[in-house]
DNA sequence: CTTTAGTGCAACCATCTCGTTGCACTTCGC
DNA sequence: GCGAAGTGCAACGAGATGGTTGCACTAAAG
């Protein structure tokens, strides 16, 4: 559990984001346009289809041609991994923390041992 | 898998940063002070006290003094829960995708009816 | 061909964010 | 008491970010 992969950090800072999320909501009742997405979000098809671009590059989200429009759909593979990762961390953290607790009840107060 | 608790975002805002990811790396290694973390990263004390009010603002990160000093230590519950609903999410997209699919192959060409 | 819906790109603006420096305050140790 | 270590707070600057408008381009539809 060392190196935080790159794609989970981008992964993170995409989801960080309010619009994102709600863009996000949207896909899960189906794929759609950024022009369709524009209407029902209180802002411009031009910023949504920058935020589109966002979660593509962090591996959230497709677009497949379809005639005149592009639609985006949400894919679950890339954030499955970096959930998985996260989880994989929180459990070593409490682990860690689990350890020092048994260390100071055995005897040796805590120090704290770099 | 609806509303994204407001701590999710905040938990995915927290880990969007690279800076902050060191921090967490160091504290991984064993608890430790702002100044302390501070010898060894490339950013001032005061900047890394800002960071750690973040992660703790966001769960990941608890606090206890310790004579005069502030002492950090990485904390997995809400990182957990987080890393949890995330896989939940990406699995309800994955699995959206393959009834697609299903629906795809069983017949009726798809109009994406969403 | 003309219209219209869907995109892409660029300029521009307001704000947030991350980092800095500087100073005041507390607390441990001599 | 005094110096040094550890913090907190505030002001400030550079750059990233999220949003807008405006215009040009492509492709379906009439």
Known sequence: MNGPD??????????????????LRRLEA??????????????????ISRHLEILRGAG???????????RYRAVGTRLGAAANQLGLMAAAWDRRLE?????????TEPGEPG
Chains 1, 2 share one sequence.
């Open 30 to 47: 189906g794929a759609a346009s950024a022009s369709a997405l524009a209407e029902g979000l209180p802002v411009t098809r031009q910023a």
């Open 60 to 70: 959230l989200v497709e677009r497949e041609r379809h005639g005149r429009e592009l």
């Open 6 to 23: 790159r794609t989970v950090v981008e992964i993170c800072s995409a989801l960080g984001d309010d619009t994102r999320w709600a863009i």
């Open 99 to 107: 350890r020092l607790r048994e260390r100071a009840t055995s005897g």
